[in-house]
């Protein structure tokens, strides 16, 4: 059997590694990790949970490219955060300094015959000073800087959903050999729903916030239903639909759905002569032109007291800033934060999730019998296409931050299988 050697740089909890081995068994290769690299101490632990025989190297930024033993692939998702924002205004013209850097100066000291790469979707249009260009001087400095160490490139944008996994999430891959310019087309489409991966009868959540949520709406209802106060719409629920800063009457909720809808034209901002903004307060008056009412200063006063609303002026323009203006009149505003409810959505078994995102994925919840509850580890795991034998001892904090930042493993699988081809041509 073939065995085929690999590193895996910032390798965050073993997702590109998953995809590349699996990819390789399937061949009937034999994958061998000889190096790895990670900083994040939870994330080393759940390395070692899964590969407890092997040791784990810190900052590669430290670490001598001529000191790691020799490999067939580099596996690598490298931070974006990195990028210089020097780069702005002179262009992404040098990697030093960012953690690309690392990756390039491996590939040209090991001259592997291959790598795999994964990124955020962003990478693509990084720098670009043209909006009609089709990538970002980040990107095609990266391109040219791998090419001129002698490798056949390609990259694509490929989203998970159509890869198996019921998350909807875009990530640049890109790919290349020393011989032949992989192939980034033709991916056999796979769908599946959430339904795929949820577990169930789990411990609900019993919360007061849940508890006002399902004594307005039955588990059925809640599904799909984001909960925010800042836009409308039928997939949304507001604060003042389930009374969550004290009881109003259903004209209120009428004056308050109203308001959430006309605070966002740009004819407010006309009358009071500045620069629209998306959510204006408006006055008594202006409110009084779309929701006439004898009682209207009354039910707007008892809003604002509960704090469904705020009272303050129109902004104005400050350089980057917006500020209150105290010389435009007093008018009422919706109050929204972000993320401001403990929980944000209530996923819909039957469609797929959102991207995960490591800040918000605790405010993610799902039905489960009569209650709701946020995802379990597990079901995050699932979402990101890991197996269910995979171990992830972590607290629920350091496992949401984890998923939101690991790769998806089918969608690595699939990448990894097309550089595979072209190795296993070279090597027989």
């Excluded at 944008?157 to 087309?185: C, H, S, W």
């Excluded at 379990?376 to 930042?405: A, I, Q, T």
């Excluded at 990894?416 to 090597?427: E, F, H, M, Q």
Aim: proline share 4%.
């Amino acid at each position: 059997m073939t065995t085929v050697r690999f590193i895996d740089l910032f390798a965050g909890i073993g997702g590109i590694r998953k995809g590349f081995e699996q990819a390789c068994i399937e061949r009937g290769l034999s994958p061998d990790c000889v190096f790895t690299s990670e900083i994040k101490p939870y994330a080393i632990d759940v390395l070692k949970q899964n590969h407890p025989h092997e040791d784990i190297c810190g900052d590669i930024t430290k670490v001598n490219a001529e000191e790691i033993p020799d490999f067939d692939f580099l596996l690598a998702g490298f931070p974006c955060q990195a990028f210089s924002s020097a780069g702005k205004r002179l262009g992404f013209q040098d990697t030093r300094g960012t953690l690309f850097f690392d990756v390039e100066r491996i590939l040209k000291e090991k001259q592997p015959f291959g790598f795999v790469l994964e990124n955020v979707e962003g990478l693509v249009n990084h720098d670009r000073d043209n909006p009609r260009d089709p990538i970002g001087r980040t990107l095609s400095t990266i391109l040219e800087h791998i090419e001129a160490l002698g490798y056949k490139v390609n990259w694509k944008v490929l989203n998970a959903k159509y890869f198996g996994v019921p998350q909807e999430r875009k990530r640049i891959y890109i790919i290349g050999t020393k011989t032949d310019k992989p192939d980034m087309n033709g991916f056999e489409i796979k769908e599946t729903v959430l339904n795929e991966v949820l577990e169930h009868g789990l411990e609900t959540a019993e919360t007061n916030f849940t508890k006002l949520l399902l004594s307005h709406y039955s588990v059925e209802q809640l599904c799909g239903k984001s909960i925010k106060d800042k836009r409308g719409g039928i997939n949304n629920i507001h604060s003042w639909d389930i009374e969550l800063k004290g009881p109003i009457s259903e004209k209120q909720r009428e004056l308050m759905n109203r308001l959430l809808k006309e605070r966002r034209k740009r004819k407010w901002a006309e009358e009071f002569g500045i620069d629209w903004m998306d959510g204006m307060p408006l006055t008594l008056d202006q409110i009084r032109t779309f929701f006439d009412d004898k009682n209207l200063e009354e039910m707007l006063e008892d809003l604002a007291e509960k704090r469904y609303l705020v009272k303050e002026h129109p902004k104005k323009k400050d350089g980057n800033r917006r500020v209150q203006d105290d010389s435009l009149p007093l008018g009422y505003n919706i109050v929204a934060g972000k993320m401001s409810f403990e929980v944000n959505k209530v996923l819909d078994p039957k469609g797929i999730a959102p991207t995960l995102v490591a800040m918000d994925m605790q405010h993610l919840y799902v039905p489960d019998g009569n209650g709701i509850r946020a995802l379990s580890l597990r079901e995050g795991l699932r979402l990101f296409g890991y197996p269910d034998d995979y171990k992830f001892n972590v607290s629920k904090e350091d496992g949401y931050d984890l998923l939101g930042n690991t790769v998806v493993v089918p969608v690595i699988k699939a990448v990894a299988d097309r550089v595979l081809d072209i190795y296993l041509t070279k090597v027989k």
